[in-house]
């Protein structure tokens, strides 16, 4: 087995993230403020620092928001994930980000390969990208939408379309959207954007770093594995990531079948700086204790 590369000091992570943010391409996310939080978060609790860590708030529902960002920040989680505007307040007391913001109309279904939604999609990215951007946060989610008959390639055109009205938005605001990949064989049948070679073609077809994708590894993992080869192919169009178990979508500890070190290692490599969120749904008693088990083995 290769050995691992060795962690960064604080003071060349710092130097990096302050690079990442300069550039502005890839980990628009960062801020000096957000780095020098992300250290002292690091360093409170003995992670190694090559992993910024997210928490997908949906599952963990029966956890008072409050209570799940307490927990996370002890934990030295940075971000929740998938909070909607009038929930960052919540997290920005804690200290906490949202990597990745919610509230897109349509939800996974109805999304941007459908022109007839391209209105109501470009009217709440409107209201919202300001709201987004004086929070602090940069990426936001958006969803292809199912086929309902669809091709492949004019999902592709549609949804290039849709993009291309909220681009000038995104840019003028800095801001990223996030079209989320989703496996249609288990949870999500129907979802178009379902094969992360799908999901780069759009990115290309739409031509700007404002437009990247959500790299789901439970949901990759079900559609056509071979994730570390993927991922690093796909690299510089992944701005963020997601976990969970296979099968099963709960702990991604050795209950499952996706070795979840080897995959962060790989992340790593490609020279990532944005966020890897836990989505899996903790079926434990205790779930924050997953939770942490998560963290740690995400930790390389």
Same mark, same amino acid.
């Given at each position: 087995?290769t ?12 130097s990096? %993230?302050?690079s !990442?943010?300069? !550039? ?5 996310? =960062? ?9 002292a978060?690091?360093? #409170?609790?003995?992670?190694?620092g090559? /992993?910024h860590?997210? =928490?997908c ?6 956890i008072?928001?409050d209570?799940?960002c307490?927990a996370s920040? +002890? ?6 994930? &998938? &909070?909607?505007?009038?929930e960052?307040?919540v ?14 109309p349509?939800?996974?279904g109805?999304? %941007? ?8 999609? %470009?009217?709440?990215? +409107?209201?919202?990208?300001?709201k987004? !951007? ?6 936001v ?6 086929r309902?008959?669809?091709?492949n +390639?004019?999902?592709l ?20 959207l996030?079209m989320?990949?989703?496996n249609?064989? $288990?949870?999500h049948?129907?979802y @178009?954007?379902d094969?992360? *070679?799908?999901?780069v ?13 959500l790299?789901?590894?439970?949901? @990759? ?6 994730? /570390?080869r993927?991922?690093?192919a796909? #690299? ?7 976990t969970?178990?296979v ?9 499952? +079948?996706?070795?979840?070190?080897a $995959?962060?290692?790989? /992340?790593? *490599?490609?020279g990532?700086?944005?966020? $890897? #969120?836990q989505?899996f ?6 779930? %924050? ?5 998560? $963290? ?5």
């Amino acid at each position: 087995m290769t050995s691992k590369p060795a962690p960064q000091s604080p003071l060349s992570r710092r130097s990096a %993230l302050k690079s !990442a943010a300069a !550039a502005g391409v890839g980990a628009t996310w =960062v801020t000096a403020d957000l780095g020098r939080r992300i250290d002292a978060a690091d360093q #409170a609790s003995g992670l190694k620092g090559r /992993i910024h860590h997210s =928490v997908c708030r949906w599952c963990y529902s029966k956890i008072e928001l409050d209570a799940l960002c307490k927990a996370s920040k +002890e934990m030295g989680i940075q971000s929740i994930d &998938l &909070l909607g505007l009038d929930e960052i307040p919540v997290a920005q007391k804690h200290g906490l980000t949202c990597a990745m913001v919610s509230g897109i109309p349509g939800g996974i279904g109805k999304g %941007l390969n459908r022109r007839e939604n391209h209105d109501s999609i %470009l009217q709440w990215f +409107e209201s919202a990208a300001p709201k987004v !951007a004086a929070a602090g946060c940069v990426n936001v989610i958006c969803f292809s939408g199912n086929r309902a008959g669809m091709s492949n +390639e004019e999902g592709l055109e549609h949804c290039a379309v849709g993009l291309k009205r909220l681009l000038p938005i995104a840019e003028k605001h800095k801001l990223v959207l996030v079209m989320e990949l989703l496996n249609s064989k $288990v949870d999500h049948a129907d979802y @178009m954007c379902d094969h992360t *070679a799908w999901g780069v073609e759009l990115c290309k077809r739409t031509g700007s770093d404002r437009f990247k994708l959500l790299y789901d590894i439970y949901h @990759m993992q079900i559609m056509e594995g071979d994730v /570390i080869r993927t991922l690093r192919a796909s #690299a510089p169009y992944i701005a963020h990531y997601h976990t969970g178990g296979v099968p099963g979508r709960n702990e991604i500890d050795e209950s499952q +079948e996706i070795y979840y070190p080897a $995959v962060m290692e790989a /992340i790593v *490599a490609t020279g990532f700086k944005g966020f $890897v #969120a836990q989505e899996f749904i903790p079926k434990r008693p205790d779930a %924050l204790a997953s939770l942490r088990q998560g $963290v740690h083995i995400c930790d390389v």
